[in-house]
């Protein structure tokens, strides 16, 4: 049994994970990694900075 989902699943995601580590996503207006990944109204993608609050998509 893997160690872990990323050992996993880390073929499936090719370039973005190395050693175990995803890229971050990092929020534009204060650069915190503290992102979160919510569906839109339209059933797009946006993300939310769970540091300031900013959104953006």
Do not use: F, K
Request: charged letters at 10%; proline letters at 4%; hydrophobic letters at 35%.
């Amino acid at each position: 049994m893997p160690a872990s989902i990323l050992e996993e699943v880390g073929h499936l995601l090719g370039s973005a994970v190395t050693r175990n580590t995803a890229t971050r996503l990092l929020c534009p207006s204060c650069g915190s990694g503290h992102v979160a990944q919510v569906l839109g109204d339209n059933g797009g993608i946006s993300y939310v900075c769970t540091a300031c609050g900013h959104s953006w998509s």
